[in-house]
């Protein structure tokens, strides 16, 4: 019966101190995506990551930006998971270069933006009063 | 090493600090406190659509306008020099007279418990 213990058993709170050490994904309120190696934190949840790297996924395609050593101010954080080491070298998606993904990226936002601005404008038709245009993942 | 006693280890050298708004200012860090303010030295500041740019002798952050800040990676190797200085300081200066009979009367209860 005691191998059936599992190891979390008396989680009492969220700490980041298992975390330390590790490669993760961390993403930020304005969307962005860094994959680095934590190296402290504190009580905000103020991250220090090493080697960090800046992932744009566009579709089935991602590119990455080196960026070095990231201090992240934690309320712009939205969420962090460790990253599967065995599983991020069979990802289902093709690499580009930097250039490549951020003229997709730049059309992507161009293309929904045209889409927001004429959903707005029927809705406007409509009567509804639209005023809405968050980019904070918050 | 926490985050904030990295930016205070970071002092003089160049950073990047990214505000919440997407602007982006690029200087040497000067002086930095509990909060996160900043002061900054010899800053390139950049529009958020990066397209407009200004050359300020220095500036002040307020430390709730962050959204990260880049070091160089030099950083790292100087953290751990000083942290090793910081514990052989904290080591050195503990020697004083309320820390000693705190440290008595603790060796005493572990004698005594077996702890």
């Known amino acids: 019966m005691d191998n059936f213990i599992p190891g979390q058993i008396f989680t009492t709170s969220a700490s980041l101190v298992d975390s330390v050490d590790r490669k993760l994904l961390v993403v930020l309120r304005d969307g962005r995506k860094l994959i680095g190696v934590l190296r402290s934190f504190d009580q905000f949840a103020n991250l220090v990551l090493q080697d960090t790297i800046e992932r744009i996924y566009v579709g089935d395609a991602y590119g990455d930006i080196p960026r070095g050593i990231f201090i992240i101010r934690g309320e712009n954080v939205v969420l962090l998971g460790e990253i599967d080491l065995d599983k991020e070298d069979e990802l289902p998606l093709r690499q580009v270069p930097v250039e490549e993904i951020l003229l997709a990226q730049r059309e992507e936002m161009e293309a929904r933006q045209k889409r927001e601005k004429l959903k707005n404008k029927l809705l406007h038709d409509q009567g509804f009063s639209v005023d809405f245009t968050e980019t904070d993942l918050y | ?115």
């Open chain 2, 1 to 115: 090493m926490l985050p904030l006693s990295l930016l205070n280890t970071a002092q003089g050298h160049p950073m990047l600090v990214e505000l919440k708004n997407g602007e982006t200012f690029n200087g040497h860090l000067v002086n930095c406190d509990n909060w996160m303010n900043l002061t900054l030295r010899e800053v390139i500041q950049t529009s958020p659509e990066g397209d407009r740019f200004w050359r300020l002798p220095e500036c002040y952050i307020r430390g709730n306008t962050i959204k990260y800040l880049r070091v160089p990676d030099e950083i790292m190797e100087m953290v751990k020099e000083d942290s090793i200085r910081q514990r052989q300081a904290a080591s050195g200066g503990n020697r004083g007279r309320k820390w000693f009979s705190w440290w008595k009367y603790w060796s005493r209860r572990k004698q005594r418990w077996k702890l």
